[in-house]
């Protein structure tokens, strides 16, 4: 038998309650600065860019170790990408890091070193788009905007049974969660929905029975609540696949290159290789490619790495050359260096490269 609906709708009683919750219950952050208290938009900024697709457990040494480097806008502005990138690796997603130094420029340039408080002005930088800019301009500034991340648009779903699959309903569920945003305390309103949709209205096996708006729900009334938001089906991910090369030098340097700045990965290093195309490349084929001439050894095994649009599996071919080799005579390929492998941890590479190095490396 079918639940009655609650008694009453999501409304300024839900804000009310949401917001008692979040001052007694809510999340030690250290880009956060509790209830009712100003917050420093730098720290908003970047944590909020660091945590697009990324957990917050994740995120936390990363934003710890870039504050204490760069702790102001302008500092990060005056850093050299390459430097920022080597901070970031291991994050993902590495278009961030760049529009990050693109974003700390446009502030200082445009905006005298501060932070527009408007979703408009935040807008017109890089990088932000319209849920990190309305998180500033609610969280920083206390305007009344309404940032809907994963967190929100599930506890949204649920208050409201919307039962549209996403990413169809997306349009309906921001419309709903403003109808909630309050005038005042837009900044702590906002945070209170991520912690809900983090701590209690959780993707799986949500806590119903704790939460400060149960009576709100209607989901829980219909008993929905743990299959909402629904979701249309996802379509396969394709595989690409390709060879790459690693060079080493008898002395344990391994040869790397710089990515374009523009497209996946761009201004990271990388491991030299093949494109990444829909089949594998033959050894003929792949070796025009190779950055050095030189006797090659397969790897045995191959390396497998998953990105948000297809999965990439390569071959690992490797070479170790001498020491006295001239690198202009050697590498095919411009923006190559060698790094010894004592100093790897500190290179801006993404976690796909250090798959390769360490497979490639295995034998030793």
Not at 61 to 86: D, G, H, I, M, N
Not at 185 to 191: H, L, V, Y
Not at 226 to 235: C, G, R, S, T, W
Not at 304 to 321: K, M, P, Q, W
């Amino acid at each position: 038998m079918q639940k009655q609906l609650p008694l009453r709708p999501a409304g300024p009683e839900t804000v009310e309650a949401l917001l008692r919750w979040y001052e007694a219950e809510r999340r030690d952050l250290p880009w956060r600065y509790g209830p009712r208290k100003k917050a420093d938009p730098y720290r908003v900024w970047l944590s909020e860019i660091m945590l697009q697709q990324t957990t917050v457990k994740a995120v936390i040494p990363y934003f710890q170790k870039f504050v204490a480097r760069w702790p102001t806008v302008s500092a990060l502005a005056s850093a050299r990408l390459e430097e920022v990138l080597q901070y970031w690796a291991g994050l993902g997603y590495y278009s961030r890091a760049r529009n990050l130094k693109a974003c700390a420029d446009a502030v200082v340039r445009d905006f005298g070193g501060v932070f527009p408080r408007s979703e408009t002005d935040l807008l017109r930088l890089p990088g932000i788009g319209p849920y990190t800019a309305a998180a500033i301009s609610a969280i920083a500034f206390g305007e009344k905007a309404t940032p809907v991340d994963g967190n929100v648009e599930r506890v949204v779903s649920r208050l409201f049974a919307v039962q549209q699959p996403l990413p169809a309903a997306k349009s309906e569920i921001r419309n709903l969660a403003a109808t909630l945003t309050p005038a005042r305390r837009a900044g702590d309103f906002a945070q209170a929905m991520m912690d809900l949709g983090a701590e209690i209205c959780t993707p799986k096996n949500p806590s119903c029975l704790m939460c400060p708006v149960q009576q709100d729900c209607a989901a829980s009334a219909r008993g929905l609540a743990e299959v909402l938001p629904l979701k249309a089906q996802k379509l396969a991910r394709p595989s690409r696949y390709g060879i790459a090369f690693l060079v080493q030098r008898e002395d344990g340097a391994i040869l790397l290159r710089q990515r374009p700045e523009a497209g996946l990965l761009g201004g990271m290093l990388e491991v030299p290789s093949t494109h990444w195309g829909d089949a594998p490349p033959q050894k003929k084929e792949a070796l025009r490619a190779a950055p050095v001439t030189t006797s090659w050894v397969t790897v045995a095994g191959t390396v497998v790495h998953v990105f948000t649009h297809f999965r990439l599996e390569l071959v690992v071919y490797r070479a170790i050359v001498p020491v006295d080799a001239s690198f202009t005579l050697w590498a095919k390929q411009e923006h190559c260096r060698w790094v010894h492998r004592r100093d790897l941890h500190a290179q801006a590479l993404p976690s796909v490269m250090k798959k390769i190095i360490a497979h490639g490396l295995s034998t030793d």
